[in-house]
Nanobody, 115 residues
Framework: QVGLVESGGGLVQAGESLRLSCAAS????????MGWYRQAPGKQRELVAT???????NYADSVKGRFTISRDNAKNTVYLQMNYLKPDDTAVYYC?????????WGQGTRVTVSS
C-alpha cells in the first residue's frame, strides 16, 4: 500500500506561482511513475505531468513551459512548480503514483487562480 499526501494548493492571482508537494509513504520501493493530474469543475480528470524514477518527464501541452515536475527519491516526494498561472489552471490537483501497475491517488489539493 502507498499513501500520498499533497500540500501547497491555494488561491493566487493570474501570473503568480505555486508549488505543490506530494509525499509518499508505505511500501514505496517499487514506485516507478509519479505525477500530477487535475480536475476542473464539470470536466474530466486530466494529466498534468509525470516523472519516472530515472527522471524523464512528460507534460500536458497546456502546461509546457510553465510547470515543472521534479522528484526527490530520497524523500519520496514529487513536486510541481507552477509558474505563470492562468484562470484555466483552476482545479483540484491530485498526486498519482504507479506501483507495479497499481495506481494510487492522493486526496487532492485545490488550486484557484483569479483573473
Amino acid at each position: 500500500q502507498v499513501g500520498l499526501v499533497e500540500s501547497g494548493g491555494g488561491l493566487v492571482q493570474a501570473g503568480e506561482s505555486l508549488r505543490l508537494s506530494c509525499a509518499a509513504s508505505g511500501i514505496i520501493f517499487s514506485i516507478s511513475v509519479m505525477g500530477w493530474y487535475r480536475q476542473a469543475p464539470g470536466k474530466q480528470r486530466e494529466l498534468v505531468a509525470t516523472i519516472i524514477r530515472g527522471g524523464s518527464t512528460n507534460y500536458a501541452d497546456s502546461v509546457k513551459g510553465r510547470f515543472t515536475i521534479s522528484r526527490d527519491n530520497a524523500k519520496n516526494t514529487v513536486y510541481l512548480q507552477m509558474n505563470y498561472l492562468k484562470p484555466d489552471d483552476t482545479a483540484v490537483y491530485y498526486c498519482y503514483a504507479d506501483q507495479m501497475g497499481t495506481a494510487y491517488w492522493g486526496q487532492g489539493t485545490r488550486v484557484t487562480v483569479s483573473s
